[in-house]
């Protein structure tokens, strides 16, 4: 065997290693998207149909869906995470993904939500419902209730 030959399978154990954890990890790890809106709130709609098509162009987001105005349960939740990013939201939608946190809705605000998500496909992110509770599992909540 000689010295090329070595370098090459060499190369190409290493190429192996670096593919398969990431591929392992990109199967099984969902970006979890946090979005808080109000019934009848126009911004949210609007960022409603953008955060579906954003499911569906990434399809390892997870999008928990969680109304606040007619469900207090939903709005406690709200309050109890944005104080824990440090923040003081004046109404919503309230979008929250990895360790970022967006008020409002604009096409500028949708760009910066899937640069994010784009980034979190590459690495791994924290869940945002972990800032409150750490030790469990995140919120499965998707229909609003």
């Given at each position: 065997?000689?010295?090329?030959?070595?370098?090459?399978?060499?190369?190409?154990?290493?190429?192996?290693?670096a593919?398969?954890?990431?591929?392992?990890?990109?199967?099984?790890?969902?970006?979890v998207?946090?979005?808080?809106?109000?019934?009848?709130c126009?911004?949210?709609?609007?960022e409603?149909?953008?955060?579906?098509?954003?499911?569906?162009?990434?399809?390892?987001?997870?999008?928990?869906?969680?109304?606040?105005?007619?469900?207090?349960?939903n709005?406690?939740?709200?309050?109890?995470?944005?104080?824990?990013?440090?923040?003081?939201?004046?109404?919503?939608?309230?979008?929250?993904?990895?360790?970022?946190?967006?008020?409002?809705?604009?096409?500028?605000?949708?760009?910066?939500?899937?640069?994010?998500?784009?980034?979190?496909q590459?690495?791994?992110?924290v869940?945002?419902?972990?800032?409150?509770?750490?030790?469990?599992?995140?919120?499965?909540?998707?229909?609003?209730?």
């Open positions: 065997m000689n010295f090329q030959n070595i370098i090459l399978r060499f190369a190409i154990i290493s190429f192996i290693l593919v398969i954890p990431f591929s392992a990890y990109s199967e099984n790890q969902k970006t998207i946090y979005f808080f809106w109000g019934d009848g126009p911004h949210c709609a609007e409603e149909v953008f955060l579906q098509e954003l499911k569906v162009k990434y399809p390892g987001i997870e999008i928990v869906e969680l109304e606040t105005w007619y469900h207090p349960a709005a406690k939740i709200y309050q109890d995470l944005v104080k824990a990013y440090n923040i003081n939201p004046t109404g919503v939608p309230g979008t929250f993904v990895n360790d970022k946190v967006w008020i409002g809705y604009s096409s500028e605000i949708g760009s910066q939500i899937e640069d994010e998500v784009i980034s979190c590459a690495r791994a992110c869940n945002p419902i972990n800032k409150l509770y750490p030790s469990s599992q995140e919120l499965n909540n998707s229909d609003g209730n």
